[in-house]
């Protein structure tokens, strides 16, 4: 019994352990199932990570490579923005640099719509003119043109607008001090890119100064052709007055010798002429007559000659030749005189030497004949490198229709004080009659470049 349930007990023992050993087995098999469900797992798993770090690697180079772009872009956008801001800069500082210009150079800015009429304002006008905005809009600029001038303007206005072409004029507006100012008009049209005017730009430039010179300048020329006129006038009739002034001093100088010098060689040859004879004594006396006559004839033809050219004038100069004439002057006329020249009067050029001697030549003839004057005074000096020649009479002077003459271009004037002028406006010198009480003076003045 006992070896019985030792055997029965020895096989239950066996046949739990064998089960035991299954069902280990089975948990083997199904935790070996399970290894291989989660190996294949894993795999998949790593499978999926790989794919997922490419996709990652592949959005990350994406990233980059729009972060790049984008910083490409930024900068691109960062130096538009500054290229603008600098030409916003450039062109504001070009506006203000306009407008400065403008104000200073007193200019006139405007502009209009397309049609030509004032739909902005323009502070510029309404500082020149006192012209508001609501006056000048549309047409209203134009109550501010001189009414001379306003429908002229406004029909050249109309037709450069028609045309579109520029329009350059002149015309005259009211200031707002009231005065009338000249004014250079320039304007242009602006362009759409489709060809069509966007709006006008005009500008107004005050040119009245110059328009005030221009007026000066043409009474100039008037008043200059008119003292030509005069001058070719005067000097026609001055070389009239010369021709006629020739033919008398050749009759003068050929009456002279025929009163003077002729008259004495006719005595001479009938002296001569009484040599053939016997008497010794009467051939002698006459032969003493004959050379006593040749001795007058002789200072007859070297008064004339000296008359004509003094040779003082080229051997001693000015001084001696002035002071030997106005004492034969006297002389000759019988009217007192009285000589005055510095002493500092040295040889003067030869031009001036020879005007001056045949002014004083010209003058004291004309106190001769025509001022009755029982005296004269002359006086040469130099000062501040002018040397002046005056000569004063005491008889009945001058009229006051040469006077006012000689102040002129020299019209009417006799043939002496036109010569005068003539001679002494050649060298740059000056000629002055003066009425004094009583008489006439007349002073010369000639530059010398001496001190």
């Not at 009211?174 to 602006?190: E, K, N, Q």
Request: proline share 3%; with cysteine; charged share 25%.
């Amino acid at each position: 019994m006992c070896g019985e349930k030792k055997s029965s007990s020895s096989a239950s023992d066996s046949s739990r352990g064998t089960e035991e050993v299954a069902r280990v087995l089975e948990e083997l098999r199904g935790a070996n199932g399970r290894l291989v469900i989660a190996g294949i797992r894993m795999q998949e798993l790593a499978d999926q990570a790989e794919t997922a770090r490419h996709h990652a690697e592949a959005a990350r180079a994406e990233a980059e490579a729009a972060a790049a772009d984008n910083a490409r872009l930024y900068r691109t956008a960062q130096l538009e923005i500054e290229r603008r801001t600098t030409a916003e800069e450039a062109l504001r500082e070009g506006w203000q640099r306009f407008q400065a210009l403008v104000e200073a150079s007193s200019q006139i800015v405007w502009t209009t719509d397309p049609n030509g009429a004032v739909v902005e304002d323009s502070p510029s006008w309404r500082a020149f003119t006192g012209q508001t905005y609501e006056q000048r809009r549309g047409f209203g600029w134009l109550d501010v043109l001189h009414s001379d001038d306003r429908e002229r303007i406004y029909e050249q206005w109309q037709r450069v607008v028609a045309e579109g072409t520029p329009l350059e004029t002149e015309y005259r507006l009211r200031h707002g001090s009231g005065d009338w100012r000249w004014m250079l008009t320039r304007a242009v049209p602006i362009r759409n890119p489709s060809g069509t005017v966007r709006e006008w730009v005009g500008m107004n430039h005050d040119i009245t100064a110059h328009k005030l010179a221009e007026d000066a300048l043409r009474l100039s020329h008037a008043e200059l052709e008119s003292q030509v006129q005069q001058r070719t006038a005067s000097l026609r009739r001055l070389a009239s007055h010369l021709h006629n002034a020739q033919d008398d001093e050749r009759r003068r100088i050929a009456r002279e010798l025929h009163d003077s010098v002729g008259q004495y060689l006719v005595s001479i040859r009938m002296n001569l002429a009484q040599l053939d004879q016997p008497d010794l004594q009467k051939a002698k006396a006459a032969l003493s007559e004959s050379d006593q006559l040749l001795e007058v004839c002789l200072a007859e033809i070297r008064t004339i000659s000296h008359l004509l050219h003094p040779p003082l004038l080229d051997e001693s100069g000015l001084a001696s030749a002035a002071a030997w004439y106005v004492e034969g002057f006297g002389k000759r006329s019988g009217i007192r005189t009285n000589f005055d020249i510095s002493a500092d009067i040295e040889r003067l050029p030869q031009p001036v030497e020879m005007a001056l001697f045949r002014t004083l030549q010209e003058s004291l003839t004309n106190v001769h004949r025509h001022s009755g004057s029982p005296k004269v005074d002359v006086r040469i000096e130099i000062n501040n490198g002018q040397v002046g020649l005056t000569v004063r009479d005491y008889g009945r002077g001058i009229t006051p229709e040469k006077l006012e003459n000689s102040h002129t271009a020299g019209a009417n004037l006799g043939v002496g004080l036109t010569g005068m002028r003539e001679r002494v406006t050649e060298l740059g010198g000056s000629l002055q009659v003066l009425r004094e009480n009583p008489g006439t003076l007349v002073r010369i003045t000639v530059p010398v470049g001496q001190e």
